[in-house]
């Protein structure tokens, strides 16, 4: 299996920060990493797939870059609704699998 | 608009079955697959299967093959995840997802919370 690794697991930030979680794979995925927000209680919610595609209705301050086996999510000003748990997911192989997650708090 | 709708919250005991449906409209239920993620308390995710509706065929995780079983029934757009020989480490919460065509899942379901417990 696929071996998604996220850096960091958790992370503080401030409203308007600039916030960057990577994503390594355990060997080269291509382009085939998507990205998921995940609000407490709530489904995840699909930001970014194949790498860098902006999925329809999410804000353009998300973008996703990277192939092979270094992926990252960036948010390029923090907004209050933007703090949740992100995770990235290879669909390049099954078992499909996800990091760990990572978790951005508010400082 | 495209919603997946899924069962109510199930309490099992170790050993039995669960059923989770998954109710499929705004969309033509048979012109895209269904995967089944599961989330135990406070974990990450795990992907566990996925279904083709017009076909039937499926894929499971290796963990899972031989407990999980993945059906349709197209004549009320719903697919059914059955979890078998259940234990204390498959308490968690259940989703089925949409994939999109093109190997991500754009659409979930609310999540159905499955607590196996004596």
């Known amino acids: 299996d696929i071996q998604m690794t996220q850096s960091p697991s958790s992370l503080s930030a401030s409203v308007g920060d600039r916030v960057t979680i990577t994503c390594r794979a355990s060997q080269s995925i291509s382009s085939y990493l998507n990205w998921y927000q995940q609000k407490p209680g709530k489904a995840p919610k699909l930001l970014i797939y194949a790498a860098s595609s902006l999925q329809s209705g999410v804000p353009s301050r998300f973008s996703g870059s990277g192939s092979g086996t270094d992926f990252t999510l960036t948010i390029s000003s923090l907004q209050p609704e933007d703090f949740a748990t992100y995770y990235c997911?290879?669909?390049?192989?099954?078992?499909?699998?996800f990091g760990q997650g990572t978790r951005l708090e508010i400082k | 608009q495209v919603q997946l709708v899924q069962s109510g919250a199930e309490v099992k005991k170790p050993g039995a079955s669960v059923k989770v449906s998954c109710k499929a409209s705004g969309y033509t239920f048979t012109s895209y697959d269904i995967n089944w993620v599961r989330q135990a308390t406070g974990q990450g995710l795990e992907w566990m299967g996925w279904?083709?509706?017009?076909?039937?065929?499926?894929g499971y995780a290796q963990k899972f093959q031989g407990r999980v079983t993945m059906t349709r029934n197209t004549s009320i757009s719903t697919a059914y995840m059955e979890l078998s020989s259940l234990r204390s480490e498959d308490t968690a919460v259940y989703y089925c997802?949409?994939?999109?065509?093109?190997?991500?899942?754009?659409?979930w379901g609310q999540g159905t919370l499955v607590t196996v417990s004596s």
């Open positions: 279904m083709n509706p017009n076909s039937g065929n499926t």
């Open positions: 997911q290879q669909s390049y192989s099954t078992p499909q699998t």
């Open positions: 997802a949409r994939n999109s065509g093109w190997d991500h899942f754009d659409y």
